[in-house]
């Protein structure tokens, strides 16, 4: 084989486009892809852009088949919330047994009320992965609201209870 390319019988020859000094630029020239000055920014990038990283806890979103079904065969237990943030999304419960307070996520979660320390619960559990040595509080319901607190519904709603 020859190093030299061949010409391709019957192929046009290829024109170089002709440029004029009186010509608008093409549609598709470099500087027709860039916005106009005007519409510049100059982007700080977010210091934690590159350090964002999905969280390891299951949430109802997505928690496995098998994972959720384990829980809700599992049996039911009764607690106390300790604390509940909902800016945070999460929360503990401390269990009416005794033992190490239970983690609680914002989508786990069932009933009119955002939960507040002192609210008595129900709740069934589930191992967090990868492995599955701690558990998190799931189909968490609110049993008797502590009298005397302002309780907040989900849409915002407050009530004295």
Same mark, same amino acid.
């Given at each position: 084989?020859?190093?030299?390319?061949? !010409?391709?019988?019957?192929?046009?020859?290829?024109?170089?486009?002709?440029? %004029?000094?009186?010509?608008? !630029?093409?549609?598709?020239? !470099?500087?027709? &892809? #860039?916005? /106009?000055?005007?519409?510049?920014?100059?982007?700080?990038?977010? /210091?934690?852009?590159?350090?964002?990283?999905?969280?390891?806890?299951?949430?109802?979103? $997505?928690?496995?088949? %098998?994972?959720?079904?384990?829980?809700?065969?599992? /049996?039911? @237990?009764?607690?106390?919330?300790?604390? @509940? %943030?909902?800016?945070?999304?999460?929360? @503990?419960?401390?269990?009416?047994?005794?033992?190490?307070?239970? @983690?609680?996520?914002? %989508?786990?979660?069932?009933?009119?009320?955002? /939960?507040?320390?002192?609210?008595?619960?129900?709740?069934?559990?589930?191992?967090?992965? !990868?492995? $599955?040595?701690?558990?998190?509080?799931?189909?968490?319901?609110?049993? #008797? &609201?502590?009298?005397?607190?302002? #309780?907040?519904?989900?849409?915002?709603?407050?009530?004295?209870?």
């Amino acid at each position: 084989m020859s190093s030299q390319a061949t !010409p391709i019988q019957g192929s046009r020859p290829v024109t170089p486009p002709l440029i %004029s000094a009186g010509s608008p !630029p093409s549609p598709v020239s !470099p500087e027709s &892809l #860039h916005p /106009p000055a005007c519409r510049r920014r100059d982007r700080s990038p977010s /210091p934690m852009r590159g350090y964002l990283i999905p969280s390891p806890l299951p949430t109802r979103r $997505n928690r496995t088949c %098998s994972a959720t079904a384990r829980a809700s065969e599992g /049996p039911l @237990f009764t607690g106390v919330c300790k604390c @509940f %943030s909902r800016s945070k999304g999460h929360g @503990f419960i401390t269990p009416s047994d005794g033992g190490s307070d239970i @983690f609680v996520h914002i %989508s786990d979660i069932e009933g009119e009320y955002v /939960p507040v320390e002192g609210d008595e619960v129900s709740y069934k559990i589930c191992s967090i992965p !990868p492995k $599955n040595t701690k558990i998190q509080a799931v189909e968490v319901a609110i049993t #008797h &609201l502590k009298p005397g607190t302002k #309780h907040e519904t989900w849409a915002g709603r407050v009530v004295s209870s």
